[in-house]
DNA sequence: CTGAAAGCGCTTACAG
DNA sequence: CTGAAAGCGCTTACAG
C-alpha cells in the first residue's frame, strides 16, 4: 500500500509537505503543490485514516451496540444515526449484544478497545454490571431506550404512550381490557408499559380480572399463546393491550385462527407501528414511536457531547403518536 | 487514556514485556507477570487495538456497503455477516450507498482509507465505473448480489427462482400472467427475473398482451400503482408474479381495494419471503431466498480469501426455497 | 527471562 | 515556503 513516503520522495519533497497539500494546512509552493497532486493521482494514493487516528487522538467512528441487528425497530435506529453521523464524517461500527448483558459489556470494553470516539447504546436493562461498565466507560456514551441515572439517554415516552393506548380503548366504551406485557428486567417495555395500564385501570375503577394479564417474550408466537392463555380467564376481556406489534399480531392470529372477528369481538392495539401493523388484516392501531428520529437524536447528543469535550448529562423524551386505524373501533 | 507504557512504569519493568504478557508470547517471569496483571486490573489498561491494527497492518474490521440500511433483506444479510465475522473476532464497520453508485463507489474508497481487512458491498448494479472501483481495490471485496467478471461474488439464482414462480404459477392453470419488474440497472431484479418471465411465457406459447409488464421501483405504491396499470388492459391478467413481495403486497392493495378477491379473482405471487408476506391477508406466495446465509457466505468467502492471503476469485450460488401460500392457489 | 531500538503512517510545533 | 524531529501506542527481531 502507498505511503505518504512514497509520496514525498516521487515529489521529491519531504512528507510534511505532503501532509500539507493533503489537509491543506500552511503554505506550498504551486509547483510542489502540482508535483505532490500528480503523484497521488498516479499511484492512487489515499491516506490512512487510521495512521491518522492513532496521531490526533480520534478515529472518527461511533461504535453502536444493537440488541439484534435484524429487528425493524433496530434498522430504523441504525438508519437514523447513520445519516447524522454520515454527514458529520463519523461512521459506525456495529456490534450486537444478541439481548444478552454480558455482551452488552463485553463489547463496550471491545469497542472502546477499538478506540471509537462515543458508543451508542440500545439497551434493554438496567442491571448493576451494565451501569458501571457503562459509567466506567473513557469515551461518552448515549444510552438509548433506557434511563441510565448520570449518564445520557434518548428515552421513548413508554409511560405515557402506554397510557395513550389505554385511553384510546375506553374511549371505545371497552371496560375488560387484557394485558400482554414482557419480563420486567426491561424496564421500558416491561415495566413502564405495564404500570400505564395498572394505573389506568384504577384509575377508571375497573378490576383487573384473573388471567388478563399474561407475559410473553417479543416475539409473535409468544403473542398467540399468551392469547390462548388470556381467553381461557373466566370473564373474557373485549379489549387487548400487547406492549408489542408483534405480540398484538401474535393475538390477532390465535383469536382469528379460532373463529373471533377483529375488532367486533375484540380489539386489539399494539406499540411500535411497524410495517407489520399496516398490512395485516384488520390493520392493527398502535403507537409510533418515531425510531429513526430516536437514532439521529441519539448520534446528535453524542456528537454534541464530543465537539463540546464536555460530558453533560442530557435526557431527551422522544415524541409519540398514536395511530387509531381498524383493528380498535 | 491508559497507555502500554503506564503499565510497564507501573510494574517496573519495559513495555516489551507488559506486551509479552498481553499476548502471552515469549517467556516472563511469574514475579513480572504478576506485578504487570495487577497494573492492569488497578488502571482498568485495555491495549489499544488501533495501534496495534497500524504495527501489525490488519484492523480486524470488516466494512459492509449496503444499499440502504433500513430494510428486512439488508438486515438479515447483516445479521449473517456478523455473525460469521464475529466468532472470527472481526468487527463490521458500516456504509450506506443510499442506492446511489456514486456513493458506493465513494465508500469504497472510504473503508479503504480507514484500512479495513476487506469489504462486502451489497451491490444493485453493475456499472462500469463501479467495476473499476472493485477492480481497483486493495483489499479484497466480496460482492452480494450481482456478478461481477473477475471477482468473488455470492449469488442469488434470479433466473431460475423467478422460473420456479412461473412454473408454480402454471402449474394452478394460469396463462394470463402479469408481471410487475424493476428497472434493467438492477442486473438480478431487473433483468433476470423478466428473463425468466419471458422465457416461461414463450416456452408455453402464451403471448404477452400489451399492458402485462409493468416497471416499477422498489416500494409497496408503485406495487399498487403498476397493477393499476395493468389492469386497465383489454386482455386481464389472472395471475401476476411481482419481482418483489412489497410490490406484490401494493398488488394486493389495489385489487383489494377495487373489489377483487386474492386468489379466486386474480393470483399473486412475489419473491423475497419478507415477514410481511407471511401476515397479510392471503398470505403471500413468495420465494425465500435464503438472505442470513447469504450474509453467513460472503463473510467466509471474505475470510478465506483473508487468511490464504490469495486473491481467489469464487462465485457461489445460493439457493432458494418456493414458499406455497394462500395468494396462489 | 528482559530491554533498547526500529518502525507501522501520519501530524505538528519548531527552526530556518 | 520547507524539512528534521518527535511522538501517537503498539510489536518484534535482536542482543544480552
Known amino acids: 500500500m502507498v505511503t505518504i513516503n512514497d509520496i514525498a520522495k516521487r515529489a521529491g519533497v519531504s512528507r510534511t509537505t505532503v501532509s500539507r497539500v493533503i489537509n491543506n494546512s500552511g503554505y506550498v509552493s504551486e509547483a510542489s503543490k502540482r508535483r505532490i497532486m500528480t503523484a497521488i493521482e498516479e499511484t492512487g494514493y489515499v491516506p490512512s485514516e487510521q495512521a491518522k487516528s492513532l496521531r490526533l487522538k480520534r478515529t472518527k467512528v461511533i461504535g453502536v451496540i444493537l440488541p439484534k441487528i435484524s429487528t425493524e425497530t433496530s434498522s430504523r435506529v441504525v438508519d437514523g444515526i447513520n445519516s447524522e453521523l454520515n454527514s458529520n464524517g463519523y461512521q459506525i461500527l456495529l456490534a450486537s449484544s444478541d439481548l444478552s448483558m454480558e455482551r452488552e459489556i463485553e463489547h ?41 441515572k448520570g449518564n445520557s439517554s434518548v428515552l421513548y415516552d413508554d409511560y405515557h404512550a402506554a397510557k395513550a393506548v389505554m385511553n384510546a380503548i375506553f374511549a371505545k366504551g371497552h371496560k375488560k381490557i387484557g394485558f400482554i406485557g414482557v419480563h420486567e428486567q426491561d424496564q421500558a417495555v416491561g415495566v413502564e408499559r405495564k404500570q400505564a395500564y395498572l394505573d389506568a385501570m384504577a384509575e377508571s375503577g375497573v378490576t383487573i380480572e384473573e388471567g388478563w394479564m399474561q407475559e410473553a417474550i417479543f416475539d409473535i408466537d409468544s403473542g398467540a399463546t399468551a392469547t390462548k392463555q388470556m381467553m381461557q380467564s373466566l370473564v373474557k376481556p373485549t379489549a387487548i393491550f400487547a406492549v408489542t406489534d408483534r405480540l398484538a399480531i401474535g393475538a390477532m392470529q390465535y383469536l382469528q385462527a379460532n373463529g373471533l372477528k377483529i375488532p367486533e369481538d375484540i380489539a386489539i392495539i399494539g406499540i411500535g407501528a411497524s410495517d407489520l401493523s399496516k398490512y395485516v388484516t384488520p390493520s392493527l392501531s398502535t403507537v409510533d414511536y418515531f425510531h429513526e428520529e430516536a437514532g439521529i437524536l441519539s448520534a446528535r447528543l453524542l456528537l454534541n457531547n464530543l465537539q463540546n469535550g464536555e460530558k453533560k448529562v442530557e435526557k431527551s423524551l422522544m415524541r409519540y403518536r398514536l395511530i387509531e386505524r381498524n383493528s380498535l373501533v
Open 108 to 148: 463496550l470494553k471491545l469497542l472502546q478497545s477499538r478506540r471509537v470516539d462515543g458508543i451508542i447504546l440500545v439497551a434493554t436493562n438496567r442491571e448493576q454490571p451494565l451501569l458501571n461498565a457503562i459509567h466506567q466507560a473513557e469515551v461518552p456514551v448515549v444510552v438509548l431506550g433506557q434511563d441510565i
